[in-house]
C-alpha cells in the first residue's frame, strides 16, 4: 500500500466526520456574530496505527513528516517493525532520513563501507545491525561517539574489528546494551579483557565466535578475563572456534557466568579434562550445551553424565568420540531433562543406540546420530 492510498482514506474519514459536524453548523452561519471555527477531527491514534501497518518500509518512513499525530502513529508501527536497508546504495537523502528516524529496530547489512554515515544514526535506535559491513575499527570508534543511548542490541559481526575497535566500542554506549554479537572478527585476549571489564552489567547475549578465515582468538587467557569480569547477567555466550583448551573451559566453569543457560564451545580443543571442568563447575544453569567437535572421548561423556549440569535439556556432541561406552555413560547419567540430544559423528554402533533408548533418557524428543546433523544455537537467539 503506497502513501497516496493512506491519505484518501484517511481524507475520506475526515470528510464523513466533518460532514456530520457541518449540518449541526448550519443555523448557526445564519445568526450575525455567532459563526465560531470547528477544528477539524482527529482520527483515533489507534485506527491511524493500523492503517499505517499496512505501508511499505519507505512510505511508512514519508509518514512521519506530514504531522505530529502521524508521526506519533507512525511510532506505534515501527515499534513491531525492522527497517531493513541491506545491500542498499544509501545517498544525503537517506541519512537525513536515519537521523531523524522513528524507527527502532535498524538493518544494514552488506552495505558498502563509504555508504554508510554512521553519525547520521537516529539515538532512538534500539537494535542495530551492521554485519558483514566491514568498516573494521574506524567504524566502531565512530559508532562510540555516536549518542546511541537507547540502544540495547548490537550486531558487528565480520567488520574486521580488532582489539584496538573492541576498546573503543565498549567503552563508548554500551551500558544499555543486553545482546552484542561480534562473531567472525579479529578480537584477541585484549579485546577480549576489554568486553570483560566494561560497564556491560545489563548484557545477557555475547557472541564472539571465531573464524577459520580471520583470526586471532581470545583462548584461553581470554576465556579466563570473560569469565572473571563484569558479566553477571549473562545468559546465552557463544565462544566458538576460538582456540580454547581444557584450561580455558576450567576458567568459564569456575568463574563468575552462573547465570549462563546456554553455552557453545564447538570446535575448541577442550577434551575430556574440559568436559569434566564444565561439569563440575559453576554451570547448574545451563540448558543448552554445545560441544561439537571438541575432543571429548567416553571418559568426558561420563564427566558430562554424572556431572552438575540436571538442568541441561539440549547436548551437541557431534563429531567427538565417545563410542558406545559414552553413549551407554550419557543413557545411565544425571540428564533425565534432556529432551535434545546430538551424538551424529560419535562411532555409536548398535549396541549404543540400545542404550540410549532404554537408559535414563526418557524425556528426549530429538535425538541425532547421522553425519548429516550438525545443528547449532541460531542467531538471533530467541529471548534476546
Known amino acids: 500500500?503506497?502513501?497516496?492510498?493512506?491519505?484518501?482514506?484517511?481524507?475520506?474519514?475526515?470528510?464523513?466526520?466533518?460532514?456530520?459536524?457541518?449540518?449541526?453548523?448550519?443555523?448557526?452561519?445564519?445568526?450575525?456574530?455567532?459563526?465560531?471555527?470547528?477544528?477539524?477531527?482527529?482520527?483515533?491514534?489507534?485506527?491511524?496505527?493500523?492503517?499505517?501497518?499496512?505501508?511499505?518500509?519507505?512510505?511508512?518512513?514519508?509518514?512521519?513528516?506530514?504531522?505530529?499525530?502521524?508521526?506519533?502513529?507512525?511510532?506505534?508501527?515501527?515499534?513491531?517493525?525492522?527497517?531493513?536497508?541491506?545491500?542498499?546504495?544509501?545517498?544525503?537523502?537517506?541519512?537525513?532520513?536515519?537521523?531523524?528516524?522513528?524507527?527502532?529496530?535498524?538493518?544494514?547489512?552488506?552495505?558498502k563501507m563509504e555508504d554508510i554515515c554512521i553519525f547520521a544514526l537516529s539515538s532512538k535506535l534500539k537494535h542495530l545491525d551492521l554485519r558483514r559491513c566491514y568498516r573494521g575499527d574506524e567504524g566502531a570508534k565512530a559508532l562510540a561517539s555516536v549518542n546511541l543511548s537507547a540502544l540495547i542490541s548490537l550486531s558487528f559481526g565480520e567488520t574486521c574489528i580488532s582489539d584496538e575497535?573492541?576498546?573503543?566500542?565498549?567503552?563508548?554506549?554500551?551500558?544499555?546494551?543486553?545482546?552484542?554479537?561480534?562473531?567472525?572478527?579479529?578480537?584477541?585476549?585484549?579485546?577480549?579483557?576489554?568486553?570483560?571489564?566494561?560497564?556491560?552489567?545489563?548484557?545477557?547475549?555475547?557472541?564472539?565466535?571465531g573464524s577459520m578465515t580471520y583470526g586471532?582468538?581470545?583462548?584461553?587467557?581470554g576465556a579466563e578475563a570473560l569469565a572473571s569480569g563484569n558479566l553477571f547477567a549473562l545468559k546465552n555466550l557463544n565462544l566458538r572456534y576460538n582456540g580454547i583448551s581444557?584450561?580455558?573451559?576450567?576458567?568459564?566453569?569456575?568463574?563468575?557466568?552462573?547465570?549462563?543457560?546456554?553455552?557453545?564451545?564447538?570446535?575448541?580443543?577442550?577434551?575430556?579434562?574440559?568436559?569434566?571442568?564444565?561439569?563440575?563447575?559453576?554451570?547448574?544453569?545451563?540448558?543448552?550445551?554445545?560441544?561439537?567437535?571438541?575432543?571429548?572421548?567416553?571418559?568426558?561423556a561420563k564427566d558430562l553424565a554424572l556431572g552438575n549440569l540436571s538442568a541441561l535439556t539440549l547436548l551437541n556432541l557431534y563429531g567427538n568420540s565417545i563410542g558406545d561406552e559414552g553413549a551407554k555413560e550419557l543413557a545411565s547419567g544425571n540428564l533425565s531433562t534432556l529432551t535434545a540430544l546430538n551424538l551424529g559423528g560419535n562411532n555409536i554402533g548398535d549396541e549404543g543406540k540400545k542404550e540410549l533408548?532404554?537408559?535414563?533418557?526418557?524425556?528426549?524428543?530429538l535425538l541425532t546420530l547421522t553425519l548429516d546433523g550438525y545443528w547449532e544455537s541460531p542467531w538471533p537467539p530467541k529471548g534476546y
Request: glycine fraction near 8%; charge should be positive.
Open 1 to 111: 500500500m503506497q502513501i497516496h492510498t493512506i491519505l484518501l482514506i484517511i481524507t475520506s474519514l475526515l470528510f464523513a466526520s466533518f460532514s456530520e459536524r457541518g449540518l449541526a453548523m448550519q443555523d448557526d452561519l445564519h445568526t450575525p456574530h455567532s459563526l465560531s471555527v470547528k477544528k477539524l477531527p482527529e482520527i483515533p491514534i489507534e485506527i491511524q496505527t493500523h492503517i499505517f501497518s499496512f505501508l511499505d518500509q519507505k512510505s511508512l518512513l514519508r509518514t512521519g513528516v506530514i504531522s505530529k499525530s502521524w508521526r506519533k502513529a507512525a511510532e506505534v508501527v515501527w515499534e513491531n517493525k525492522v527497517l531493513d536497508l541491506s545491500t542498499k546504495h544509501l545517498n544525503e537523502v537517506d541519512y537525513n532520513a536515519l537521523a531523524h528516524g522513528i524507527f527502532s529496530s535498524l538493518i544494514l547489512n552488506h552495505v
Open 165 to 209: 575497535g573492541i576498546k573503543a566500542l565498549v567503552s563508548g554506549n554500551s551500558s544499555t546494551l543486553t545482546s552484542l554479537c561480534l562473531f567472525a572478527n579479529r578480537i584477541g585476549v585484549e579485546g577480549a579483557k576489554a568486553i570483560a571489564s566494561a560497564n556491560l552489567s545489563s548484557l545477557t547475549y555475547l557472541n564472539l565466535s
Open 216 to 221: 586471532p582468538c581470545i583462548g584461553d587467557e
Open 246 to 300: 581444557a584450561k580455558g573451559a576450567k576458567g568459564l566453569a569456575l568463574g563468575n557466568l552462573s547465570a549462563l543457560t546456554e553455552l557453545n564451545l564447538s570446535r575448541n580443543n577442550i577434551g575430556d579434562e574440559g568436559a569434566k571442568a564444565l561439569a563440575s563447575g559453576n554451570l547448574s544453569a545451563l540448558k543448552s550445551l554445545f560441544l561439537r567437535e571438541s575432543a571429548i572421548g567416553k571418559r568426558g
Open 357 to 365: 533408548t532404554s537408559g535414563n533418557l526418557s524425556a528426549l524428543t
